[in-house]
Structures are given as structure tokens and as C-alpha cells.
């Protein structure tokens, strides 16, 4: 019924059976895809993170010509 004891290990009663390719590249994928966003979020927020800056303190210089009326 399982499809037979190709590519899997026996170890201790627990039969590990290997992952078919899909799995494998999609996990990869995924993982990639993680990194992509954990190393650009730490990059926008990475200061406010270690304290180095508060949050209040306002991004750059976007003035946008307001002058000082606000």
C-alpha cells in the first residue's frame, strides 16, 4: 500500500522515506524567499531593533517642501 522501501531508511521502528524533488526545491524556495524578507526587513528596521534609533525620530529628511508650518 505504501509503494515500496525505495530511497528510505529504517532507523529504530521509524521508516524515514526520501522527499520527492518537488518538496525538496519548494523548501528551498521558500527558505530563500524567508531570508529575502528577514534580511530586508532587518535592513529597514534594524536600528530601531538595536536601539540605535528611536521610531519617532522620523525617516531621513522627507521635508517634501513643507517648510516649517507643521
Same mark, same amino acid.
Request: glycine share 18%.
Given at each position: 500500500?505504501?509503494? !515500496?522501501?525505495?530511497?528510505?531508511?529504517?532507523?529504530?521502528?521509524?521508516? #524515514?522515506? /526520501?522527499? +520527492?524533488?518537488?518538496?525538496? $526545491?519548494? !523548501?528551498?524556495?521558500?527558505?530563500?524567499?524567508?531570508?529575502?524578507?528577514? #534580511?530586508? /526587513?532587518? +535592513?529597514?528596521?534594524?536600528? $530601531?531593533?538595536?536601539?540605535?534609533?528611536?521610531?519617532?525620530?522620523?525617516?531621513?529628511?522627507?521635508?517634501?517642501?513643507?517648510?516649517?508650518?507643521?
Amino acid at each position: 500500500m505504501g509503494g !515500496g522501501h525505495e530511497g528510505s531508511t529504517t532507523y529504530k521502528g521509524v521508516t #524515514l522515506h /526520501r522527499p +520527492k524533488r518537488w518538496h525538496t $526545491v519548494t !523548501g528551498k524556495g521558500l527558505c530563500a524567499i524567508m531570508w529575502f524578507w528577514v #534580511l530586508y /526587513r532587518a +535592513k529597514q528596521d534594524g536600528p $530601531v531593533v538595536l536601539g540605535w534609533r528611536h521610531p519617532w525620530e522620523g525617516h531621513d529628511d522627507h521635508s517634501h517642501g513643507h517648510g516649517d508650518k507643521h
